[in-house]
Structure formats: C-alpha cells, structure tokens
C-alpha cells in the first residue's frame, strides 16, 4: 500500500498526530507493533494535565506545555473523553523545600502561565483537608487537570479512522529504506507499505527507528515509573492532584484522584531496560506506599486495588525532539516525549502538522472532517428512565457484566466493534472498564471473554488477554 503520510506508533502522539494530519485530504497510515494502540507509556501514566510550570524555559517542553493545556481542553471535549480541571498543588513538607516552590513559581512566569499563586498552609488544608499536617508552602495551578490516558488514545485514534486513516496492528517495524518512489517500510513477518513522508512516534523504541531509517543517533533512556491504584472508596481523600517538591529524580510521588474516581499513586522513577521496564517491584511499591505518605498520612493502603508500572522514553538533553531528519528528508523524529507529553500531545500535533506541510506542501483542507466522536459512554449517563426506555430497543444493554463497574453487555459490544477495533479482554477493560474495579476482572473476565468470542466468532481458547501469545484459557474441561 502507498500512502501519503505514515506514522509509527499509536500512542496518544501517533494518534493525536494522525487525527491532526486528517484534517487536510492526505492518505495516512499508523503501524503498530502491539495488538491494541495505547500499549506503551500511554496506558501507564498519571493521567495529568500539567500546568506549564515545571519545564525548563525556553525549552520546547515549556512551550508547547504552555499552548497545549487548552488545546487538550478543547480536543477532550471534542472527542467525548472525561476530563476534570480539579487543580494540581506542589507542596513543601519541610523548611528545605521552600525554596524549590518559589523556583517552580517563578518558572510559570517566565514560561507565561497564568493564575498560579503561592498559598499557606491555612489555605492548603483548607482546599486538602487529608494533606499532611507537616505540608507549608505550595504552588497551586488552577489550570492543572486529570484525564484517562489510554481513553484519549483510543478516542483520539478511533476519529482519525473515523475520518480515513488506516491503523495497521501487529506491525513490528524492521526496516526503513528511502527509495525513489518513497520510504519503504517493512515489518518482521514481512508486510510493507510506501510512503512519502514518516513520522516516528515510536515512544520508548524511537531511537531504534530513527535508526533503521539512517537518521539522528537518539539516546533514549528508558524509566521506568511504578504506580498502585486504589479503590474508589479512597478516591475522595484529595480534590486535587498533590505534587511533592521535586527533586534529583524528577517530580517525586504524587497523590491524584482519577476521573473514574480511584485514587492513583505513584511514580517512582528508575532507568531499566526496554524488555522489564513494565515490571513492578517489591521496593518500587514500598517506595511508592512510603513517599505518598508524606502527602496524605490518611491512605489506606489495605484498598491497593492494582498496580502497574510503565516506561517513559527520557533523553540526555532533556527536552523533547520533534524535528525533520537532517540526514534523512522526510523522516521525521517525534522523540524523548515524556513528561508533560500527554498534556503537549495536541500541540505537538499542531507543531508535526507544521513540520509535514513544510516537507511535502499544504494540502487541501479535508472538508468532510468532523472533529466529535460520538459519546461512548452515553449509556452510563443515562438516568434510570432513560435507560430502561433504552434497553427496551437494545436488550444486551439490560444484561449486567461487570459489577464493579456496572457494565453491560450492549457497552462491551459495541467496544468491540468501533474504531479502533478491539480483539482482547485487556482491549475491553480500557475502552469499558470491565475489570477495572475491586476484583480486577474476577467476576467479569469470563463473561467477557465469551462475549468477545461471540462477536468474533472464534473459540473462548483463542481469546487473549492483550495479545497473540497471552492466552486466558486452554481448554474446556
């Protein structure tokens, strides 16, 4: 297949880039390596939407930091994704620390932040009640937020193919040749398509590929960031998202209440190898158990519901790289996207976009596309009448699966078959959340599996957890 535009990776930049890019009448392709898009870093983060005021000045971070609070606002809303502007406060719990929060507060100014302020201990505990009687001084970021990571992926992916973009999973990339007609990209089990112009939004592997290209050398140090989630009844022992001063190791642990309602706790930040970057540890967890304690004394850690770890593509200079090959024309590097990535993933989109007209001109603007995705959640806001009346014409949504998180049949359903397609029970419990409440799936995950099967018309046997090699089941007994 030949394609005007291919990206590589489908994460929530390759999907916010490819959403973007079809906007104006080109033909774009999305490899995948994975069996689902949103499987790197953007299924394991904290979900927040930071206030512009940690980068470095001057740095692109701080820049698109600043243009991309608003713009991910906006495009959440566009796409139907829960979002919440609760605010985010970076806390002094010692005499030590005071002088790091006035750093960070001059530091928004200078990087054009607006609203944030200085406040004392009185107003802290009076916004946090739970924070740690020890707390003195923090910087509050009225702008700051929390949104699901891999839910704006899946919605962000879902209208790019909505509006003609072609996703292609299980596409490992092996190799990348520039040829007369265009780049040759191969995959391992040899699949390939042509394209004019590549984007590498490979996440943690973005060194490799510009590699394979014959571009830049990147140096991506893999880190790793460990996090335990909490069960909803824990959810509401903070309003806002609590940032520890930061210090040598990156911004510390935070304690954040997610738009699902869970508490969520982490991260640590450790460098590892890309192969066990996404194992969880005994002193990892310890460590985010202990640090969190500084924050919010109260957590009751007997309500640890799950944990999970993810990988941050970090780079030596710190900042991120999101330029044209000087080596290679037309290949494109978007690389080192960690923190504050998932809040700058609209506007490095808009900096992409820039990037691909510059290479190959402006193209004619797509004036069939629609930015709104349709409300994937509309059934849960229903009220009871409205469901009922509901259920009348759609009967599978009036069959109950998952308990915890009060999930249907008819929702699951439906998950399956909208873009991007799902194939695994993993793929369910990040477009659904069946699975996703205290019992992780131990009531539920049967159902579901059978439900899947059903709509695919396969086995129970070939269902997978999140992948060809992850088999949930053997054999009937």
Known sequence: MRYDIVIIGAGIIGAMTARRLAMQKRSICV????????????????GIVHGGFDPEPGTLKARLNAEGIG????????????????????????????GKI???????????????????????????????????????????????????????????MDNGVDLKLG????????????????STDGKRVIAGVVINCAGVRSGKISELAGAETIDIMPRAGEYMVLDKSEGVKTTRTIFQAPGKEGKGILVTPTVDGNLLIGPTASLVDEANGKDTTEGGLNAVMRYSQKS????????????FSGIRASEKNGDFIIEESANVQGFINVAAIDSPGLTCCVSIADMVAETVNNIA????????????????????????????????EHP????????????????IIRAIVTNPQTYDVDGIKRRVRAGMGRCQGGFCGHSVMRIIAQVRKCRMEDVTKDGADAKMVKGRV
């Open 171 to 186: 596409f490992e990339v092996s190799s990348i040749k520039k040829e007369e007609g265009g780049f040759v990209v191969s």
């Open 396 to 411: 599978d949504y009036g069959e109950m699966v998952c308990r915890c998180e009060h999930i249907t049949k008819g929702e």
């Open 102 to 160: 006035l750093e960070l507060f001059e530091r928004a100014k200078k990087n054009g932040i607006m609203g944030v302020s200085i406040i004392d201990k009185n107003k802290i505990k009076e916004l946090e009640p739970n924070i740690s009687d020890n707390v003195r001084i923090a910087l509050y970021a009225p702008a700051a937020g929390i949104v699901c990571p891999y839910e704006l992926t899946i919605a962000a992916m879902g209208n790019a």
């Open 361 to 392: 001109g402006e193209a004619p603007i797509n004036t069939r596309f629609n930015c709104i995705r349709e409300d994937t959640h509309a059934f849960r806001k229903m009220n009871d009448e409205q469901k009922d009346a509901y259920i009348k």
């Open 31 to 46: 490899l995948e390596k994975e069996s689902d898009v949103a499987c790197g870093a953007s299924k394991a983060n904290s």
């Open 71 to 98: 713009k991910l606002y906006k495009a959440a809303k566009q796409l139907n994704v829960p979002i919440k502007n609760n605010g985010s406060l970076v806390c002094s719990f010692d005499e030590s620390e005071d």
């Open 296 to 307: 919010v004394p109260c957590i009751d850690y007997r309500k640890v519901i799950t944990s």
